[in-house]
């Protein structure tokens, strides 16, 4: 079985954070998003920032690979790099508007993330 884990981008402090718990008393307040809880904590705006699952999967050099993520994988001779998306129960990566295949059928190497290397998909266009 897979670990669930997550991390969050800070958009307003824009950074990545390691999420290490996550707290909803009631559905009415927004979740409580917290990173280094037991050492004071740093709580953050879930409504400002994004929160990623982490796929179960690594990349070829074992690498987490958390959803936002930018991989690299080859398709017929073909390098691709395409965002990781979670999409009909399962983590994703489209190689171009139509065509969108499981994460898990390739080879992959993480080269970045949407947030803090967005010019790696502007390349795919």
């Keep these: 079985m897979r670990g669930i884990k ?4 800070d958009a307003k402090e824009k950074q990545m954070l390691e ?3 996550l707290f909803n008393l009631d559905n009415e307040q927004p979740i409580e998003v ?3 809880y037991y050492e004071g904590g ?7 920032s994004e929160l990623m699952q982490y796929t ?3 990349d070829m ?18 390098r691709i790099k395409a965002e990781v998306k979670y999409s009909r129960s399962q983590f994703i990566v489209n190689m171009n508007s139509v065509m969108s295949r499981s994460l898990g ?16 998909l502007e390349e795919q266009k």
């Design 6 to 9: 997550f991390r969050a981008w």
């Design 19 to 21: 999420v290490n718990h």
């Design 34 to 36: 917290w990173t280094n």
């Design 42 to 48: 740093y709580r953050f705006n879930p409504d400002k």
């Design 56 to 58: 179960g999967l690594k």
């Design 61 to 78: 050099y074992g690498r987490d690979i958390y959803e936002g993520d930018v991989v690299e994988f080859e398709v017929s001779l073909i």
């Design 105 to 120: 059928a390739y080879s992959v190497k993480v080269i970045g993330n949407k947030f803090q290397n967005l010019e790696l």
